[in-house]
C-alpha cells in the first residue's frame, strides 16, 4: 500500500544544484522513517540521508554541508543537492521503513521508489 515516487533528477555540470522529491502515500504507521539512497554503476548502495519519525536526521559523510533532507506535512520526501560533484553520479532511492530511528542501513527499509538519475559531469 505504501507507494513512492522520485522525481528531481537530471544534468548538472560540477557545483550545480538539484532537488529531488518523493511523494510518499500509504498508511503512515508503515513510513516512520524515510531516506535516500543511491547507488552508481559497479558500486555499493550507499545511505545518503535520513530522517527518523521524530525529526532526527542522518547523513553519510560523504554529503554533509552539502545535502539537505526534508520532509513536509503530507511526509513528502525531499533532497536538496548543492555542490555537487561527478562522484554524485548515481541513480537515488527514497525509501520507507516502520523502524522508527534515522537510519542508512538500507536492509531495514521495506519500501523503495524506482529511482530518478543524477548525473554531474567536470
Known amino acids: 500500500q505504501v507507494q513512492l515516487v522520485e522525481s528531481g533528477g537530471g544534468s548538472v555540470q560540477a557545483g550545480g544544484s538539484l532537488r529531488l522529491s518523493c511523494v510518499v502515500s500509504g498508511p503512515p504507521y508503515n513510513t516512520y522513517c524515510l531516506g535516500w539512497f543511491r547507488q552508481a554503476p559497479g558500486k555499493e548502495r550507499e545511505g545518503v540521508a535520513s530522517i527518523g ?37 548515481a541513480m537515488y532511492y527514497c525509501a520507507a521503513t516502520t523502524f522508527r530511528i534515522a537510519t542508512l542501513v538500507a536492509s531495514r527499509y521495506n519500501y523503495w521508489g524506482q529511482g530518478t538519475q543524477v548525473s554531474v559531469s567536470s
Request: aromatic share 8%; no cysteine; charged share 30%.
Open 53 to 89: 519519525r521524530d525529526g532526527e536526521i542522518t547523513y553519510a559523510d560523504s554529503v554533509k554541508g552539502r545535502f539537505t533532507i526534508s520532509q513536509d506535512n503530507a511526509r513528502n520526501l525531499y533532497l536538496s543537492m548543492n555542490g555537487l560533484k561527478p562522484e554524485d553520479t
